[in-house]
């Protein structure tokens, strides 16, 4: 059974920074493209970033510049760190793996950025 588990949010003030984690207990972890996604109260889930087997990233707009995702496939465990971090930020963070059409969500972690 693949388990995701994401960790690093919390209350962090505009312009702070927080690092999320998301570890991963699936085999071939490094044949999985992985994620971020991220839903704010009354809004749909949004891609944040992504990060493919491969290497190759892609970003929101409205995150480019300040967030980098990055993952470790010996320790099966994927990255997002958010600097310059805006009250629009906030929202409850989801950890993604998928491969072949079979993708795995995490629980999610809240992510408050306010004064």
């Known amino acids: 059974q693949v388990q995701l588990v994401e960790s690093g949010g919390g209350l962090?003030?505009?312009?702070?920074?927080l690092r999320l984690s998301c570890a991963a207990s699936v085999r071939l972890f490094n044949s999985y493209g992985?994620?971020?996604?991220?839903?704010?109260p009354g809004k749909q889930r949004e891609l944040v970033?992504?990060?493919?087997?491969g290497g190759r990233t892609n970003y929101a707009d409205s995150v480019k510049?300040?967030?980098t995702i990055s993952r470790d496939n010996v320790k099966k465990t994927v990255y997002l760190q958010m600097n310059s971090l805006k009250s629009e930020d906030t929202a409850v963070y989801y950890c993604n793996v998928e491969r072949a059409g079979s993708e795995y969500w995490g629980q999610g972690t809240q992510v408050t950025v306010s004064s």
């Not at 992985?34 to 704010?40: C, E, I, L, M, V």
């Open 34 to 40: 992985t994620g971020w996604y991220r839903q704010a």
């Open 49 to 53: 970033a992504g990060i493919t087997s």
């Open 12 to 17: 962090v003030q505009p312009g702070g920074s």
């Open 65 to 67: 510049g300040r967030f």
